[in-house]
């Protein structure tokens, strides 16, 4: 129960801070456990973007899904890492929705997103 | 059988053939909508009293989310480019105009599963189909008054959202509903909207054809839009959706639309702080919040006991079966429910929010049941939602399909039978 202890002691000191909760004596820190962060460089990253500019436009012209495979070979002016972070960025921007989970058996395959509302 | 089915398929045909039309692009076909299911007046004041007493706990979390500090929000799964803006209210106007509460009919009666508080969906077919179908089949509607507390939340915003950018009374407001423009269904949804504000009036008009400059956004014609209605995530607004006006926009998820809200020089609809309530994390808050006794007033813990589910960011301690979720996932998309073993029995085909931080949600049966469709008899799932228009329940709707509900569901029309 880790997130969720980390989770509830970053709002109870919040509203501990802001006189919603009375303050036990001892008040443990929401501070000094920091998790390693995972590399997001990809959504900042310009080469990316441009690559994810380049993909996006085909999207409309999809008949059916396509595996990540499948689109490297359609742009070979991008290698198979700097695809697969701009399919990663098109999917965190809602253009494309993604199945699989990445594994040999069950690779991630990409489709266009069908609407916006939930 | 098959003279069931001829006859299904027969009248559904005729109803479609006569009132399909009203709603294009919003029914797929014919067969989109299931016959109308049959509820008790009791049933449906149930699901009422539901939707009002989770509006009331969330009103109370709303007040919590104000206190929470940065690192709390980024902790609920909260993107760092929206925290400047996500607390932002605009006067007047309710945290949430339009939310949907998503509820599972249990044993122990209707359980929160998801409240769609940023974009909420299903709009036309909770409100004017439902009344179509109520009136074709001579039934009583229990949507009846739905519209008319649609177009008074909507107004009341559209009127906070022109204060709030300092325009004054019979000045023109510049009022707009936008979507994705490549998604019929939502422009649908879109247009309906706009013809129920057309005392303002606002024009509808695609997320992609809108202009951005450091002053403002604009419609297709160049005017600056004061009030605008999205049917567009929150998490999704960035710089380069828009059409910049001469010099270009950099690149910026967030980036001018939400500082315009920060200068009241824009007023958005759903307002930024629905976003915080749509957070699937919240309902781990408030849970656990509930469960340790602090925060919430004795009769609000009923509350929470009675309507809301066991809800955590890790899994459960006890050996219960569990769906996981993401925060602030979409559409049934990268959904799993998971055995007290550890076995996954069911799992959404999209993996889109996989990056995403999960909730575990105690896992609650979606009561199935046989209904008639056009391939014949299915066991179907139904997920009972409510929505919430300013405050105020209103707008039964229902959708069934797989056990894990997605894009694919049937529309379950809803009308009071005894």
């Known amino acids: 129960m880790n997130r969720t202890r980390m989770l509830m002691t970053a709002v109870t000191t919040s509203l501990m801070l802001t006189g919603t909760l009375p303050v036990p004596e001892a008040v443990v820190p929401a501070f000094g456990q920091t998790a390693p962060q995972p590399d997001e460089s990809w959504k900042t990253d310009p080469q990316v973007q441009e690559a994810a500019n380049s993909i996006k436009p085909e999207i409309p012209c999809w008949q059916h899904s396509q595996t990540q495979e499948e689109i490297v070979k359609a742009f070979p002016q991008f290698d198979a890492a700097m695809v697969q972070r701009s399919l990663k960025l098109l999917v965190y921007k809602g253009d494309l929705k993604q199945s699989g989970d990445g594994s040999k058996e069950n690779p991630f395959v990409y489709s266009r997103v069908c609407g916006g509302a939930d | ?304 006991e009675r309507y809301m589910l066991p809800t955590y960011l890790d899994p459960p301690p006890d050996n219960t079966a569990y769906v996981v979720k993401p925060v602030y996932g979409a559409e049934g998309d990268t959904v799993k429910v998971v055995t007290p073993a550890g076995g996954v029995v069911g799992q959404s085909v999209y993996t889109s929010y996989s990056d995403q931080l999960m909730v575990y949600q105690k896992y609650v049966d979606l009561m199935p049941s046989e209904m008639m469709t056009e391939y014949g008899p299915r066991t179907l799932h139904v997920v009972t939602s409510c929505f919430l228009l300013a405050g105020k329940p209103s707008g039964i709707c229902m959708r069934a399909g797989e056990a894990i509900t997605d894009e694919s569901a049937w529309v379950l029309p809803v009308c009071i039978g005894c």
């Open chain 2, 1 to 304: 059988m098959d003279a069931l089915l001829r006859e299904y398929r027969r009248s559904r045909l005729k109803f479609f053939a006569r009132y399909g039309a009203r709603w294009p692009e919003t029914l797929a076909d014919e067969f989109d909508l299931l016959a109308p299911c049959e509820l008790g007046r009791a049933e449906a004041d149930e699901i009422l009293n539901a939707t009002a007493s989770l509006a009331r706990i969330y009103g109370r979390a709303a007040q919590l989310l104000r206190r929470l500090s940065d690192g709390a929000l980024l902790q609920m799964g909260v993107p760092g480019y929206l925290l400047p803006t996500v607390r932002r209210t605009i006067p007047g106007m309710a945290d949430c105009v339009i939310g949907r509460f998503d509820l599972a009919r249990t044993e122990h009666g209707y359980k929160l599963l998801e409240f769609n508080a940023d974009v909420p969906g299903f709009l036309v077919e909770a409100f004017s189909v439902n009344t179509a179908v109520c009136r074709h089949a001579g039934k009583e509607d229990p949507n009846e008054c739905g519209e008319r507390d649609l177009v008074q939340a909507l107004t009341e915003a559209v009127q906070a959202g022109i204060k709030y950018v300092g325009r004054i009374e019979g000045e023109h407001a510049n009022v707009v509903v936008t979507s994705g423009g490549r998604y019929p269904r939502d422009r649908a949804m879109a247009e309906y909207l706009c013809r129920l504000l057309e005392a303002f009036p606002a024009q509808y008009a695609p997320i992609e054809s809108l202009g951005i400059d450091a002053g403002g956004l604009y419609d297709p014609s160049g005017s600056r839009i004061h009030v605008l209605y999205r049917f567009f995530r929150l998490q999704l607004i960035r710089n380069e959706l828009f059409r910049p006006r001469g010099t270009s926009v950099e690149p910026e998820m967030g980036g001018l639309v939400l500082r315009f809200v920060e200068r009241r020089r824009l007023a958005i609809i759903n307002p930024p702080f629905s976003f915080l309530l749509q957070s699937k994390a919240l309902q781990a808050v408030i849970w656990n919040l509930f469960e340790s006794g602090q925060y919430f007033a004795e009769d609000e813990r009923r509350l929470i």
